[in-house]
């Protein structure tokens, strides 16, 4: 069974910095895309940031200029530096690895999650 498993989560003050990482148990083949969603108590989970295969990267409005994605695909793993974290970037952050078959199958794999507190 597929894992994704991330680490890098903590405590750090406003302003502060964190780095997350997560890498797959075992390889999952044909990942197009990997990403970062976070969770906050009451709230949706939400898409911090994605890497494609190629190399394009996406962000949510929220992170731009303060996060950066980073990672390798066909490794199955991916890095997520925070950098002037806020209070409200406090959240369980969720690991994603998304995967098309040759027959359009799309499967998609999460990791446990790991939380992040950012206080003021």
């Known amino acids: 069974q597929v894992q994704l498993v991330e680490s890098g989560g903590g405590l750090v003050q406003a302003g502060g910095s964190l780095k997350l990482s997560c890498a797959a148990s075992?390889?999952?083949?044909?990942?197009?895309?990997m990403a970062w969603y976070r969770q906050a108590p009451g709230k949706q989970r939400e898409l911090v940031a994605a890497i494609t295969s190629g190399g394009s990267t996406n962000y949510a409005d929220s992170v731009k200029g303060r996060f950066a994605i980073s990672g390798d695909n066909a490794k199955n793993t991916v890095h997520l530096q925070m950098n002037s974290l806020k209070p409200e970037d406090t959240a369980v952050y969720y690991c994603?690895?998304?995967?098309?078959?040759?027959?359009?199958?799309?499967?998609?794999?999460w990791g446990q999650g790991t939380q992040v507190t950012v206080s003021s």
């Open positions: 994603n690895a998304r995967q098309i078959l040759s027959d359009a199958t799309v499967y998609n794999y």
């Open positions: 075992t390889h999952i083949f044909s990942v197009n895309t």
